[in-house]
């Protein structure tokens, strides 16, 4: 099936507002979020389209390399003025939603039900590589396989391949999905934004490093496929859920250095890395930082002493010493 020969869309739009493109947006529609966020001479950030939202397909600085596999195949920068924009000719949303779309046209509705889905996730997901019919096999049904495991996968990919077309699913034993480029897959995108945060947080940008910790932990908060009943997605679950506290981390961080409007995102953040991470120490730092620097010094030393009596009670242990240095500094 050639790009001309896509089905138009059913008319909802599925794909997270926090992940539009802005490629095809017009020059007045892409907007800055406050004065010490927009771009300056070093950055090419993606400024989001919608209202306190940052496009999850912010490009990285271009001296600074993804160290993901999937650097090729993520991001194409087109110019409108002084902003950087995305121009895909694929969109898969794995997390939340369930959505495709290949050359501006929505296809996931045209999909082969809930196992067709699956199978193009699966194939997403490992799309650098070839995956053997054995491999879709367990994948799919696991140890629940039907009696032609065999001939109900051939119909399965039979008809994938005339919804995609032959040139993107491609093989018979080993498949590929080769998705038309420049393609984004939110999955990969938060991995590599991730990386780029944290990168940029290391060396003190903090700028820098606001747009790619808001576009993984947009992309971290939302569930993996939640149809799948299957131990691939349930490790993927668990994977995005690290992204989705790392981002956390960066995002407080960053925040809570940039200051001023910033400071209540980033008590914010620290608030919900706490509860997601419970005996990460760093975190609860970060949250008494954060109370302090906007003059809640007592509520700071209170959640210092709920750590304190946590990491008493359930391990035996004391915070550690960059922990107490903070109280200490909160004392005196």
């Known amino acids: 099936m050639s790009q001309h020969e896509c089905q138009p869309s059913s008319g909802r739009n599925e794909f997270d507002h926090a992940a539009d493109v802005v490629g095809c947006l017009g020059v007045g529609e892409v907007r800055v979020i406050g004065l010490h966020m927009g771009q300056d001479e070093n950055d090419d950030l993606v400024i989001a389209p919608t209202a306190g939202e940052v496009a999850a397909f912010a490009s990285d600085l271009p001296e600074h390399h993804y ?57 997403a997901i490992s799309r650098l590589q070839t995956v053997s019919r054995e491999t879709l096999m367990d994948a799919l049904w696991g140890d629940t396989r039907p009696a032609d495991a065999g001939g109900a996968l051939s119909a399965l990919i039979s008809k994938t391949r005339a919804v995609v077309g032959a040139d993107v699913l491609r093989g018979r034993t080993e498949l590929t999905l080769a998705l038309p480029e420049p393609a984004h897959v939110d999955v990969e995108v938060a991995i590599s934004m991730l990386h780029s945060a944290e990168s940029a947080v290391a060396v003190g940008a903090w700028r820098r490093a606001w747009a790619p910790a808001s576009s993984a932990l947009k992309v971290g908060r939302r569930t993996f496929l939640p149809e799948a009943e299957t131990p691939w997605a349930e490790a993927w679950r668990r994977r995005l859920a690290d992204v989705r506290v790392r981002a956390l981390e960066c995002y407080a961080e960053v925040c809570l250095e940039l200051g001023g409007a910033e400071l209540p995102s980033a008590e914010r953040a620290a608030r919900e890395l706490v509860d997601a991470a419970p005996f990460r120490e760093s975190a609860h730092l970060l949250l008494m930082r954060t109370l302090a620097a906007r003059g809640n010094v007592a509520e700071a030393l209170t959640a210092y002493q709920r750590l304190r009596i946590l990491l008493r009670d359930e391990l035996g242990v004391d915070p550690s010493g960059a922990v107490q240095d903070a109280y200490l500094r909160l004392l005196g």
Do not use: K, M
């Open 67 to 123: 160290s993901s596999q999937y650097t090729p195949h993520l991001i194409q920068l087109g110019q409108v003025r002084n902003a950087e924009v995305v121009d895909e000719s694929a969109r898969v949303q794995l997390c939340g939603p369930f959505a495709v779309e290949l050359w501006g046209r929505r296809i996931d509705n045209l999909l082969p039900g809930r196992q067709g889905r699956l199978l193009f996730a699966y194939l």
